[in-house]
Nanobody, 123 residues
Framework: VQLQASGGGLVQAGGSLKLSCTATTRTLNSYYTGWFRQAPGKEREFVAY??????GTRYADSVKGRFTISRDKNTVYLQMNSLKPEDTAVYYCAADPRIIMSSAIDGDQYDYWGQGTQVTVSS
């Protein structure tokens, strides 16, 4: 499975971006798919995931109420609103068909990763 992340860019604080993660598999709907991010000098952190068949979502506290994850066929989206400078990072999508809910915020549990897309929020 190959994942292609896109949609990053430079935006002012308070602006919006929509990231896309498109998979080569037509069965992405049966995978847990998550977004993670890594800022310079920081550890990778969980942002959001959508469970298989869209059965649930979860967000990091830092993005709750501002970001929305959704899926459509073989693409997963991350709508990011009210962006803040601290959202600046490289954003990665990840997917795995075997994850269980209790471990879905752990990036180490995902086998498939996209290449990352840079999001920069200026103040």
């Amino acid at each position: 499975v190959q994942l292609q992340a896109s949609g990053g860019g430079l935006v002012q604080a308070g602006g919006s971006l929509k990231l896309s993660c498109t998979a080569t598999t037509r069965t992405l709907n049966s995978y847990y798919t998550g977004w993670f991010r890594q800022a310079p000098g920081k550890e990778r952190e969980f942002v959001a995931y959508v469970a298989r068949f869209g059965s649930g979502t979860r967000y990091a506290d830092s993005v709750k109420g501002r970001f929305t994850i959704s899926r459509d066929k073989n693409t997963v989206y991350l709508q990011m609103n009210s962006l803040k400078p601290e959202d600046t990072a490289v954003y990665y999508c990840a997917a795995d068909p075997r994850i269980i809910m209790s471990s879905a915020i752990d990036g180490d549990q995902y086998d498939y990763w996209g290449q990352g897309t840079q999001v920069t929020v200026s103040s």
